[in-house]
């Protein structure tokens, strides 16, 4: 049962990392990129979100590990999104810099959530599930 449930999850963290990646790769050669502030507006919002859902998956009993799997999807395509555009040749810091980010971001952004989570459950918000 458990590997059927990181095999969902996996399948639908490469989802969000073909379309985060597809839409903001789309927008950048289309000249499409909104302005800075709306970018800014969009990254904070999708932190959120994924903030969101790692608490909720968190509160349903879903293990650190599943949640990071589902966060790093979203964030290994954003961060591949950033570095790609400004790299001039493919070196060993080219692949291991997005890389890096995106385990480092998806590693923060599923403990946040955890966390939210703890502690919506110990100020009684929302019921302990487990």
């Known amino acids: ?14 989802v969000g990392l ?3 990646l597809g839409v903001l790769t789309a927008l950048r050669e289309w ?10 507006v969009l990254v904070f919002a999708g932190i959120l979100i994924l903030v969101s859902i790692s608490a909720y998956k968190s ?6 590990s599943t949640i990071w799997l589902l966060v790093m999807g979203p964030c290994l395509g954003f961060s591949i ?12 810091f080219s692949i291991l810099a997005p890389l890096a980010t995106g385990i480092v971001g998806a590693t923060i952004i599923a403990g946040t959530g955890v966390l939210v989570n703890g502690g919506l459950q ?8 487990h």
């Open 18 to 20: 073909v379309t985060i």
């Open 81 to 92: 999104n950033l570095f790609v555009p400004v790299v001039a040749e493919i070196t060993l």
């Open 59 to 64: 509160s349903q009993g879903s293990s650190f």
């Open 1 to 14: 049962m458990r590997s059927k449930t990181m095999m969902k999850t996996a399948v639908t963290s490469t």
């Open 31 to 40: 000249n499409a990129e909104p302005p800075t502030a709306i970018q800014s």
């Open 122 to 129: 110990k100020t009684g918000l929302i019921p302990n599930a």
